[in-house]
C-alpha cells in the first residue's frame, strides 16, 4: 500500500511519485506579470490525496489543486471563461479544434490565472501555470536474488531508475557494505532460504535469479515458475510472474531444462524461462552483463505495460 503523504519539497515528491507509479500533476508557474505570490519557476505536485510545496496558497493555490485533481481524474472543464485560456500543448495528431478533452493520459496544460477580484487576492498581477500530467502506471517492480558482482551492478542500474527492487541474498556481510548506499525504493533482505520470498514477494514482480549457488538457482527457478499453478484463471497464471530470468552459460540452462523435464514440466513451462539471462551485446565485465539483463528487463517492461 502506497504511503499517501508526500515530502514537503517538490523534486522529493516528484521523484517518489514516479518511483511508485502513482498518478501526479506537476504545476509549475511559467510566467508572471505584475505583483504574484511566488516567484517564477515556482513549484508543487499534486495527487488525488495529497500536495507538495506551494504556489502561494489562497485563492490560486486552490484552483490550482482542483484543477490538478480533475486532470488526474480524467476530466476537463467543457466550458472555460476566456480570461482562463486553458490550451492543451502536448503534441498529439488530432484534426479536431475547440476545447481538449484530457482523459487519462500523460498531457501539458498550461492555465492563465488573473489574480484579482475572481481569486480574491490582491497581488494585481497575474501568473500562467503549466501543469505537467503524470499518469498511474504499473511500476517495474522487481525480484532479485544474489548479491555478486553482477548483481551489484544491475542494483546500481536499478538506483537511477523509476523501480522498487528487493533483493535477497543469504550473505549479511555482503549488504552491510552497501545497505547504507541503498535509495529508498531498494530494500535488502537476508534470509538462509531465499526460496521463500517466491511466495511472499513475487507477485507481479521481475524475477532475475543470480546466486552464487547453482542449486539454489535452480530451487528458485522452480519455485518462480510453480508460483501460481494453482490458480485457475488462466491469464491470472500468465502473468502472475511477467519474468523469470536465470544467469548463467548455455550449458548450465540447458542442464536446467533437463532436470526440469526429468520432474515432469511441460515444454510451455520450461520455455516461461529466460536462460541464459540477457541480451547479447558482448562483454563479460559485471556491468555489461547488468547492462544486459536490465535492457532485456526494460524491453518487456515497457512492452507490457
Known sequence: ?????????????L??????????????????NGSAPRELQAKMVITEDACSDTL????????VIAYARQLINGELPSAEPEDDKTTDTQIAKSGKSGKP????????????????A???QCCGGSVTVMFECF??????????????????????????????????DSRADIFAQSNNKLPAHIRSHVSDDPTEFI??????????????????????????????????????????????GCIGSKTKAARFQARLRQRGYDEQTI????????????????????VSIMAQVLADYNQHS
Open 1 to 13: 500500500m502506497l504511503n499517501k503523504a508526500l515530502p514537503s519539497r517538490w523534486y522529493e515528491a
Open 15 to 32: 521523484t517518489l511519485c514516479q518511483q511508485q507509479g502513482r498518478a501526479h500533476v506537476l504545476a509549475t508557474i511559467v510566467a508572471v
Open 56 to 63: 502561494g496558497g489562497g485563492g490560486l493555490e486552490f484552483d
Open 101 to 116: 478533452k484530457v482523459g487519462r493520459r500523460s498531457a501539458v496544460l498550461t492555465k492563465h490565472y488573473p489574480l484579482g
Open 118 to 120: 475572481k481569486l480574491g
Open 135 to 168: 499518469y498511474q502506471t504499473p511500476v517495474l517492480s522487481l525480484l532479485v536474488f544474489g548479491a555478486g558482482h553482477v548483481a551489484q551492478a544491475m542494483i546500481t542500474i536499478c538506483a537511477q531508475l523509476s523501480c522498487q527492487v528487493h533483493w535477497v
Open 199 to 244: 511466495a511472499t514477494h513475487a507477485q507481479g514482480r521481475y524475477v532475475v535469479i543470480m546466486t552464487h549457488d547453482h542449486a539454489l538457482d535452480f530451487e528458485l527457478v522452480r519455485h518462480a515458475l510453480d508460483f501460481g499453478n494453482n490458480d485457475v484463471n488462466t491469464d491470472a497464471k500468465k502473468f502472475a510472474i511477467p519474468y523469470i
Open 271 to 290: 520455455n516461461r524461462l529466460i536462460m541464459p539471462i540477457g541480451l547479447d551485446i558482448g562483454g563479460k565485465q559485471p556491468m555489461a552483463v547488468a
